[in-house]
């Protein structure tokens, strides 16, 4: 199976895809027709991309844009696989037969932190908590657009084979593929497509980085800070002098890693020496033999 990343033209790369595996050449008349699916269904897929920008729903809880996704699939015939590997927002919607068969990836959670508003700058949105980065409300919706788009090409007897669109969780975190692939879901695929927004129409072969993600908890001596801070025992200081040396460790570590972090928990107060802090690293490489050797130092 070969995953291919898309900025932009997804359905072109999709079809592309079919042709090859269909031993025909892909015809302009076949981009057009599947282009004016796409250009017929604007307004529908322009409310989906909004609604899902309206829920902005965290991973894992995505329930109102994975079955605003299923419901959409199931009007154009889709059969429905809901809640998949263990996750109820995850799903497979398949159309056609016989192979090739071709995956699609569509994603649909946001981001703590960012309520913004549809403006360039700053603008959180009153009330809302959440909101979906770089374009993130689109995945879904474009990946549903260019399989309906397919969908349409199969059934007018144009092209052969089988379109399945993965609703993938947790995308910005949690990671809801990788219990996808271990589950077998992408078993039969011949090639899983993915994209993202941006702006320019490109095609890469380039993969994703590995990635492993760590909560690490210190637990102190809680004291009053200015009272009697030689009783305590700051958690926060085994936190700070972690990712300092982290830091120092960066010169030494491979080409490519990647290492961030957030302090998840840093004490509650600067007069009480925290006797619990906690911080939640990444780390990650297009290895994933290195991302091993980076955690075990
Ligand atoms: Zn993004």
């Not at 981001?111 to 009330?127: A, N, R």
């Not at 007897?157 to 910005?172: F, M, Q, S, V």
């Not at 960066?250 to 006797?275: F, L, W």
Request: glycine share 10%.
């Amino acid at each position: 199976m070969k995953l291919i990343f898309i900025s932009g033209c997804l359905l072109v790369a999709a079809l592309n895809s079919i042709a090859q595996n269909n031993t025909f050449k892909i015809g302009e008349n076949l981009k057009t027709s599947a282009a004016k699916n796409i250009q017929a269904g604007y307004e529908d897929y322009k409310r989906i991309a909004l609604n899902i920008g309206d829920y902005a729903e965290v991973g894992f809880k995505e329930n109102k844009s994975s079955l605003l996704l299923q419901n959409t699939l199931s009007q154009h015939g889709f059969t429905i696989e809901a809640g998949v590997a263990g996750m109820p927002t995850a799903f497979v919607a398949s159309y056609g037969t016989g192979k090739p068969v071709i995956g699609i990836l569509a994603e649909f959670d946001a981001l703590p932190g960012l309520s913004q508003d549809t403006s360039f700058t700053k603008t959180p949105i009153e009330g809302r908590t959440s909101g979906h980065g770089c374009g993130h409300h689109l995945f879904g919706t474009g990946s549903v657009a260019a399989a309906i788009a397919i969908q349409q090409l199969i059934e007018a007897g144009k092209i052969r084979g089988t379109i399945k669109l993965y609703g993938t969780p947790a995308e910005e975190g949690g990671g809801g593929k990788v219990y996808m692939v271990r589950e077998g879901l992408f078993d039969n695929a011949d090639v899983v497509l993915h994209w993202h927004p941006g702006d320019k129409n490109e095609v890469t072969y380039s993969s994703a980085l590995a990635y492993r993600s760590a909560k690490f908890r210190f637990y102190g001596v809680a004291a009053h800070a200015a009272a009697s801070p030689e009783k305590g025992r700051s958690a926060l200081d085994a936190v700070e002098a972690m990712d300092n040396m982290v830091n120092m460790m960066r010169e030494h570590i491979p080409q490519e890693s990647r290492i961030h972090y957030v302090i998840t928990n840093g004490g509650k107060a600067p007069n009480v020496v925290p006797d619990f802090a906690e911080v939640f690293y990444y780390v990650r490489h297009p290895e994933r033999a290195t991302v091993e050797i980076c955690l075990s130092g």
